[in-house]
Structures are given as C-alpha cells and as structure tokens.
C-alpha cells in the first residue's frame, strides 16, 4: 500500500504519548503556591490541593482567593514538617577521663572574672594558688581560659594543668580553643616543689623602684603608713600608680588586710585619698582570691 491508498479516517486517531503524566509531588505543589504567592492570587490562581491537602483546604467560609491561598499554605507546611525524618542518631561522645581534685569554688570562678577584668596583675598568683592548693579549674571557665592564653606558652601550659583531662578533650572538639596567634616570649620562672602535684611556676617578677622594694617584706601596717604617708605628702601620686600597684600584687598575703584599713585612712582632703582608694581595693581583692583558693 502506498502513501496515497492510506484508509480515509487515517491519521484522525489521536496520537497517545507513551510518556505518563507526571503525578505532583508535595514538594513540587509547595514551589507552585510560592510562585502564585510571590505573584499574588490577582495575578494567578493557587493551584489546586493534591492529596491529603484536599480536605484541610476545603473550607467555603474562606471565600476570598488570598484567604483560601492562607489556609492552603498553613496545610501544606504542616503535610511538610509532619513527613521530616529525623536524622540518625549522633553517636554519643566518650567522656574525658576522671580528673580527682576538687572543682574551684563558685567564688573563685567570680574572683577569676573580677581579676581579669580589673586586676589582671593577679592573674598569674591566681592560677598558682589554685594549683598549688590541689583545685582544678572550674569547667565553665576553661573556653575563656584557653582563649585569653592562646598566645601565651607558659600561661596556657599552666592552664591546661588546670584543666586536667577535659583540656584536650575539649580542644578536640572545639579547636579554635587550640593554641594561636604569634607566641610571646615569657620571663623564665623559678621552680617551687609542691607535695603531691607537679613543679609549678613561680610567679614572674614585676617592676618596684628600689626605695619601696623593702616593703615587700614588711609587715602590712608599716608598709601601708609609708605608702599612705608618702599619698599624703605628694611625694606619691598618680605617676606612681603602676609601680605602687607591682608592689602591693607582690607584698606578703599576711598582711594585705592591715594594709588595706590603713589605706582606707588616708586624708580624703588629700589629693591621694583616690589613689589610695585604688591600692586599698586591689588589697582586699588580692587577701578574698587567696582565700577563697585555700584548700
């Protein structure tokens, strides 16, 4: 048979895709409601509820097409969330070994902040009073520990003996903890043997004129009327405020309490009364943080 001798109603069959239609998908139905929402329902209708959006949309009362539209989204983001499978299960995160020595009291967890912060010239006497006491670092404390130091070999070596076992288990998961930044040199330090712990540093030296270095082991008393005398007179001011602060951080604990109350004398008429108001603070701060590590 030729192309010519074709039956008359040849080519009149519709012609049938072999292809199937495509089923809508949830997800898909969801991209549509976007672009009708992005486009607004005066421009184009939502399109129609699938599945078991049909009955959640199908409410009359909402004649409005934007608040069909309002009604058809809130369905379908609750058909979405409700099918979300939860993630398989993390697995769980071995502990760091036990650590024996005891946790550092609240109160020098606040003594550590209110250092830092306002007297950081304390800061090395701190940490050597906690290790030589038998304390181990509070764990709250040890991010912004390993933060402040980790630039500092030495201060952060004897943060880590602080922290025990949970400093490197806690770098291992939070390594911006892990040292950085250019290493600063650090004065060597003497070596105190202390019973049943390692060697710990001792504390580094600070600068004092030579004139006011044998107060440093005077009793608190005498050394607070030369200090308090010398406000009062002028002949100690504020140009002297660095070296008088290395003096007191420096001066023996026994007497940081009777140093403090004569401090607190000073003339207020004085032009070294706030000065002395100063010192006398950073006495008693130093006389509570020892105290507070004792063991």
């Known amino acids: 048979m030729t192309g010519h001798d074709l039956p008359p109603d040849a080519g009149t069959e519709p012609v049938r895709s072999a292809v199937a239609p495509v089923e809508p998908t949830l997800e898909r139905h969801w991209q549509e409601l976007v672009t009708a929402a992005l486009l607004g329902t005066d421009r184009r209708d939502p399109p129609a509820p699938v599945g078991p959006l049909v009955d959640l949309v199908a409410d009359t009362a909402r004649v409005a097409p934007s608040e069909r539209m309002l009604a058809h989204v809130a369905a379908c983001t609750a058909v979405r969330r409700a099918g979300v499978l939860p993630a398989p299960a993390a697995p769980p995160l071995a502990p760091p070994p036990p650590d024996e020595r005891p946790v550092c009291p609240p109160a020098a967890v606040e003594r550590w902040h209110h250092v830092t912060s306002s007297w950081p010239v304390l800061e090395d006497e701190w940490m050597r009073t906690l290790l030589a006491n038998g304390w181990r670092a509070a764990p709250e404390l040890l991010p912004a520990m390993l933060r402040r130091h980790r630039a500092d070999p030495h201060r952060r070596e004897r ?133 507070e590590l004792q063991p």
């Open 159 to 291: 943060t880590l003996e602080a922290a025990g076992p949970l400093g490197p288990w806690l770098i291992e998961q939070l390594p911006e903890l892990g040292p950085g930044g250019p290493a600063r040199a650090t004065p060597r330090r003497t070596v105190n043997s202390v019973p049943g712990s390692a060697p710990i540093g001792g504390l580094p030296e600070l600068p004092i004129p030579p004139d006011l270095a044998p107060l440093l082991d005077a009793a608190g008393a005498e050394a607070g009327r030369v200090i308090a005398t010398g406000l009062e007179a002028g002949t100690l001011g504020p140009s002297h405020r660095a070296v008088l602060v290395n003096l007191i951080a420096r001066a023996r604990a026994d007497g940081l309490a009777e140093l403090s109350e004569v401090l607190d004398a000073v003339d207020p008429a004085t032009s070294g009364h706030g000065l002395a108001s100063v010192l006398s603070d950073l006495a008693l701060t130093r006389r509570r943080m020892l105290d």
